[in-house]
């Protein structure tokens, strides 16, 4: 009896342990491949009000007080942007090396 328990219990955890490397990889892929969606939604969300309220800084919302001063001072709408953009791809970059790190199949 005691065999027989310690052979089921001993195969439960190596059944886990598969299950879980074999699950990590597809779950931390799309964790930061979704940030950058994540991010963008939250930034349009602040930028027609909807999201983070005054005082608290956001992008979207630092991207739409600047608009109004788009002519003569461009750069109050511009690097939140660009910073946007970067963040966005460098997740999208990071979720992208994540999924070539752990692909399984056969590298050529």
Known sequence: MFAQRNCW???GTYNFQ???SNCLSPILTKMTLDMGIVIMTAAALSFVGLGEQPPTPALGTMISDGAKYMPTQWWL???PALAIMIIVLSFNLLGDSF???FSTEEKQ
Do not use: C, E, I, P
Request: hydrophobic share 40%.
């Open 99 to 101: 999924r070539d790190l």
């Open 18 to 20: 598969g299950n879980a």
């Open 9 to 11: 219990s001993q195969l």
């Open 77 to 79: 709408t511009v690097f």
